[in-house]
C-alpha cells in the first residue's frame, strides 16, 4: 500500500511539473498547502547559510590580513577554485545554498546568508564569522567544494583542530560543533555520497587548524566541502541542477537532523575525523545502488495516454533516483505528445522525493511515505531549479 501511495504522489508531481514546462500553470499556483505542523516544524529556529567566496565584481584586497582565530593571521578571502569544465565554485556555492534556504524556510526557519549575490564582494572570513555569531542562528553552515588531484573524489566535512584559543569557541565547536559536523557527515552518507580517503579524511570527516571560519565562529559550524572540483565525475555532478539538488537536500537533512536532535541515522560510522592533512591513497569508485522502480499505473479506458518520462542522463558519481511512473496505453487510444524537456524534469521530481526520504525521518515523518508535505517541499525545490537563473 505505501509504494502505492508513494507512486501515487511521484505520478502527481510529475504531472503537475509537466503543466509547468508546458507553460500553462506557474509553479506557485499548483504547490499543496503545508500543513500547519510541518510549517512550524523550524519555527523559532535561526540558520546562518555561508556560500564559500564571493563573485568577481568586487575591487576589495584578497591579501588583507585578518585574524586567523589562534593568535595569527590570514588572506581576508580566495577566490576558490574552478571546476574541470570552467565552472566557478563561489556560482556552485551560491546555487546551493539557495535550494538549501528555500527548503529550510519552508519548514518554518529564519535563514540568514553571509552574502546577498553571486555577482559582487562577500566580506571577509573574519567579517562572515562576526556574521554569524550576530545572527542568533543556532547552527551555521559553510558550502564549499574542494580543489585537488584529479583522481581524488568524495566529500568531506571540515572541523577545527582543537583547542582553540577563544574559550567560548573552544566550547561550542568541541561540543555542538562536533554534533554540527556528525549529522551534516551523516546525511551525506544517507544520501549515497562518497566520503573522501584523500588529504587526512577519516570516515568523511578532516580537521584542519589553518581554516579560520571554524575557529572564529561562536555558532556550531558545518564546514561542508561537496566534492572535488578537480574531479571530473565529481565536477559534473557539482555543475549539474540534479547534482546541485543531491547536494542541497543532503545539506538540509544534515541541519534538520542536528536541529531537532535526531538519533545518528542506522550503520553510520562513527566520527573520528583526523588531525593530519596530507594527501591519502585515491579513494574506490563509488558503490551506487540502483533505487527500484516505481509500480505502472493502467490508464483509465478510452483517455488518452499521458507521455512517458525519458530517462534524463545520468550524473556521473550520483546516487541514481527512482524511474518516473509510466502509463499504459489504453484500447484504442493515440499517444499524446511529449512536452520539450519533461523527460529530464520527470526523472528531477522522481528524484527530489527520493531524496526527501531521509529528510521526512529528521522530522520524524514515516520515512517510507511521500506526504503532502514532502510534496510541497519538491514542489519548492522544483521551481526553484525550473525558474530562470538569477
Not at 593571521?73 to 539557495?98: F, R
Not at 519552508?106 to 553571486?118: E, I, M, N, P
Not at 556574521?131 to 567544494?145: D, E, K, L, R, T
Not at 524537456?341 to 520515512?367: E, F, K, R, W, Y
Request: hydrophobic fraction near 45%.
Amino acid at each position: 500500500m505505501k509504494s502505492i501511495i508513494k507512486a501515487g504522489i511521484c505520478t502527481a508531481v510529475t504531472a503537475a511539473v509537466v503543466v509547468v514546462m508546458a507553460g500553462l500553470v506557474p509553479v506557485t499556483a499548483l504547490a499543496v498547502p503545508i500543513s500547519p505542523e510541518m510549517g512550524t516544524k523550524l519555527a523559532g529556529k535561526t540558520v546562518f547559510l555561508d556560500p564559500g567566496h564571493q563573485g568577481a565584481s568586487h575591487t576589495e584586497s584578497l591579501a588583507k590580513q585578518v585574524s586567523d582565530g589562534r593568535g595569527g593571521t590570514k588572506d581576508c578571502q580566495t577566490t576558490g577554485m574552478t571546476t574541470v569544465n570552467g565552472v566557478p565554485e563561489h556560482t556552485i556555492n551560491w546555487d546551493v545554498a539557495q535550494l538549501v534556504r528555500a527548503s529550510l524556510e519552508s519548514l518554518g526557519a529564519r535563514v540568514v546568508l553571509s552574502r546577498q549575490d553571486d555577482t559582487g564582494w562577500g566580506g571577509c572570513i573574519d567579517d562572515r564569522a562576526n556574521a554569524a555569531n550576530q545572527s542568533g542562528a543556532a547552527v551555521a553552515v559553510s558550502i564549499h567544494a574542494d580543489s585537488a588531484p584529479a583522481q581524488f573524489s568524495g566529500f568531506h566535512v571540515i572541523q577545527p583542530e582543537l583547542p582553540i584559543l577563544d574559550p567560548a569557541i573552544d566550547r561550542i565547536q568541541s561540543g555542538a560543533g562536533r554534533a554540527a559536523v556528525t549529522a551534516m557527515r551523516d546525511a551525506y552518507v544517507q544520501a549515497g555520497f562518497k566520503p573522501a580517503t584523500y588529504a587526512g579524511v577519516q570516515e568523511g570527516v578532516q580537521t584542519r587548524k589553518d581554516v579560520a571560519g571554524p575557529a572564529l565562529t561562536a555558532v556550531p559550524l558545518a564546514f561542508v566541502e561537496m566534492g572535488n572540483g578537480g574531479n571530473a565525475d565529481d565536477a559534473a555532478l557539482l555543475e549539474s541542477k540534479e547534482g546541485q539538488l543531491k547536494h542541497a537536500i543532503a545539506i538540509t537533512t544534515g541541519l534538520v537532523g542536528f536541529l531537532l536532535s535526531s538519533p545518528t541515522p542506522a550503520g553510520a560510522p562513527a566520527l573520528t575525523g583526523s588531525a593530519a592533512d596530507r594527501p591519502a591513497a585515491a579513494p574506490a569508485a563509488p558503490q551506487i545502488q540502483a533505487a527500484p522502480a516505481a509500480p505502472q499505473v493502467q490508464a483509465a479506458p478510452q483517455a488518452q495516454t499521458a507521455p512517458q518520462a525519458q530517462t534524463a542522463p545520468t550524473v556521473p558519481g550520483a546516487p541514481q533516483s527512482p524511474a518516473a511512473p509510466q502509463l499504459k496505453t489504453a484500447p484504442g487510444t493515440q499517444p499524446a505528445p511529449t512536452a520539450p524537456g519533461t523527460g529530464a524534469t520527470a526523472n528531477l521530481v522522481g528524484t527530489i522525493l527520493q531524496l526527501l526520504m531521509p529528510l521526512a525521518g529528521s522530522l520524524g515523518l514515516d520515512s517510507t511515505v511521500a506526504t503532502s508535505a514532502l510534496l510541497n517541499l519538491a514542489y519548492t525545490l522544483a521551481g526553484g531549479l525550473l525558474s530562470p537563473a538569477k
